[in-house]
C-alpha cells in the first residue's frame, strides 16, 4: 500500500510537470515567420506625434487564438493605391534597431509610417499594400487607409515592428 500510495504521487508529480511544461512551451516565442494569413492588420492615425511629423500606426493582431509567429523588421516594398493608381510615394526604414516580436493572442505589435506634417499634401490613398516585417522574406498585405487621411510630400519613413 506505501508503494502503491508512493508510485501515484511521483506519477501526479510527473503528470503535473508535464502539464506545466507544456503550458511554458505553448508561450514560448515562435521562430517561424509569420505569413499573410497569421496576421490582421489595420492602419490608423497615430494621435501621438513627434515636432513637425505626423504618422500612422500599422497595428499587427493575430489571426487565430492559435497563432505564434514571429515579426522582424519594417514593413517592405510599401505601394500606397488611390483610384486605382499606385501614388508616386517612396518609402524607407527609418533606422531604428530591429528587434524580433512574438505575435500571438492578445500581443499585438505595432509600427509607424512617418510623414513631415509640413509637407505639401499629395493624395489620399484607399488603400496601402506592404510586405509583412517577416525578415527575409515577407509576405504581401493590402488594408485599407483611414478615410480622408492625407499623404504629405513624395516620401515616407516606416519604423521597425515592437510591442
Same mark, same amino acid.
Given at each position: 500500500m506505501?508503494?502503491?500510495g508512493?508510485? =501515484?504521487?511521483v506519477?501526479?508529480?510527473?503528470?503535473?510537470g *508535464?502539464? %506545466?511544461?507544456?503550458?511554458?512551451?505553448?508561450? =514560448? /516565442?515562435?521562430?517561424?515567420?509569420?505569413?499573410?494569413?497569421?496576421?490582421?492588420?489595420?492602419v490608423?492615425? &497615430?494621435?501621438?506625434?513627434?515636432?513637425?511629423?505626423?504618422? !500612422?500606426? *500599422?497595428?499587427y493582431? @493575430?489571426?487565430? /487564438?492559435?497563432t505564434?509567429c514571429k +515579426?522582424e $523588421?519594417?514593413?517592405?516594398?510599401l505601394?500606397?493605391?488611390? $483610384?486605382g493608381r499606385? *501614388?508616386?510615394v517612396?518609402?524607407?526604414?527609418d533606422?531604428?534597431?530591429s528587434v524580433?516580436v512574438n505575435?500571438r493572442?492578445?500581443h499585438?505589435a505595432?509600427?509607424?509610417?512617418?510623414?513631415r #506634417?509640413?509637407?505639401? /499634401?499629395?493624395? @489620399?490613398?484607399?488603400f496601402? #499594400?506592404?510586405?509583412?516585417p517577416?525578415g527575409? !522574406?515577407?509576405?504581401?498585405?493590402s488594408v485599407?487607409w483611414?478615410?480622408?487621411? %492625407? +499623404?504629405? $510630400? &513624395? #516620401?515616407?519613413?516606416?519604423?521597425?515592428? $515592437?510591442?
Amino acid at each position: 500500500m506505501k508503494r502503491t500510495g508512493t508510485a =501515484m504521487i511521483v506519477g501526479g508529480l510527473v503528470a503535473g510537470g *508535464l502539464l %506545466v511544461a507544456a503550458g511554458a512551451a505553448n508561450a =514560448m /516565442p515562435s521562430d517561424t515567420p509569420c505569413g499573410a494569413s497569421d496576421v490582421h492588420v489595420t492602419v490608423a492615425r &497615430d494621435p501621438a506625434n513627434a515636432a513637425g511629423h505626423e504618422a !500612422y500606426v *500599422l497595428t499587427y493582431t @493575430a489571426a487565430s /487564438p492559435t497563432t505564434n509567429c514571429k +515579426l522582424e $523588421g519594417a514593413p517592405t516594398a510599401l505601394t500606397f493605391i488611390a $483610384g486605382g493608381r499606385r *501614388l508616386p510615394v517612396t518609402a524607407t526604414a527609418d533606422g531604428s534597431e530591429s528587434v524580433p516580436v512574438n505575435l500571438r493572442e492578445g500581443h499585438p505589435a505595432g509600427s509607424r509610417i512617418v510623414q513631415r #506634417s509640413a509637407a505639401t /499634401p499629395s493624395a @489620399a490613398p484607399a488603400f496601402v #499594400s506592404f510586405d509583412l516585417p517577416t525578415g527575409p !522574406y515577407g509576405q504581401p498585405v493590402s488594408v485599407e487607409w483611414p478615410a480622408g487621411s %492625407v +499623404l504629405k $510630400g &513624395d #516620401s515616407v519613413q516606416v519604423t521597425p515592428v $515592437g510591442n
